[in-house]
């Protein structure tokens, strides 16, 4: 892990914004309407904001091909 490039998923959801390894090992949670520069991490202060995104991550990529399709661009691409 490198201090800048360890996240695999980073997902705002309203004033949240989660970032998190793959294994969801690593998470960290910033309030961006009150720290726009995500100084401070508050994954511990709210357990479960960070365990309702993570949820919401999951659901997300349960959803996804275990296996590339070869049709991997939106529609919107070919616009």
């Known amino acids: 892990d490198s201090e800048f490039h360890w996240a695999n998923y980073a997902v705002v959801d309203r004033h949240w914004k ?3 390894t793959s294994d969801a090992k ?3 949670l910033y309030d961006i309407a009150a720290d726009a520069l ?3 991490d508050v994954a ?3 357990p ?3 365990k309702d ?3 919401k991550l999951e659901a997300w990529k349960a959803t ?3 296996k590339p ?3 991997v661009f939106s529609a919107e691409r070919t616009k």
């Open 38 to 40: 995500e100084t401070k």
């Open 26 to 28: 690593r998470t960290e």
């Open 53 to 55: 995104i993570v949820s």
């Open 69 to 71: 399709t070869g049709n």
């Open 64 to 66: 996804l091909p275990a």
């Open 44 to 46: 511990a202060e709210k």
């Open 48 to 50: 479960e904001v960070v």
């Open 18 to 20: 989660l970032l998190t």
